[in-house]
């Protein structure tokens, strides 16, 4: 599963402005409808429902909100780059600064548990993270993401 599958150059957002963990999730919600024909509300209730199973925080300054839609018939990612760190109740108390949401359709299954180990893997290395956060180019933020080292050293 790449990264390059689920997310297009159009679902990076590289200096979200937002001040709660649900202003955050609202903005990616909105995005999020427009790359995939979904209503904001329908992506961001999914959303919110999955928080409240716990924490998609998974520590480092990194969430992975995700949830499962009927109406999809393929995977899309969003990735974002905040402005400024939010509280999230990650699993390690800190803030997050980056976040990438996943979308999978109801059926995705096993897909959607690949699609999430992967960008777990992407994200747990510190020099991706590094590179991720030194940069506020959606373009340099996109290609660090689907980059073949990337993929290659967090396989």
Not at 35 to 50: A, H
């Amino acid at each position: 599963m790449e990264i390059a599958s689920m997310l297009s150059p159009e679902g990076v957002l590289a200096n979200l402005k937002a001040k709660s963990k649900k202003q955050a999730l609202q903005e990616l919600a909105r995005k999020a409808g427009g790359l995939t024909g979904l209503s904001e509300r329908q992506i961001l209730d999914v959303l919110l429902e999955r928080e409240r199973l716990g924490t998609t925080g998974v520590g480092h300054g990194i969430a992975i909100p995700h949830g499962k839609w009927t109406e999809l018939d393929r995977l899309h990612g969003l990735f974002a780059r905040l402005a400024k760190p939010i509280e999230f109740d990650a699993i390690d108390d800190q803030p997050v600064d980056l976040m990438f949401v996943l979308l999978a359709p109801e059926t995705a299954g096993a897909d959607h548990l690949k699609a999430l180990a992967r960008v777990s893997r992407l994200l747990r290395d510190k020099s991706v993270c590094a590179k991720l956060r030194g940069t506020d180019n959606p373009d340099a933020l996109y290609a660090l993401l689907i980059e073949p080292s990337a993929s290659n050293n967090a396989a």
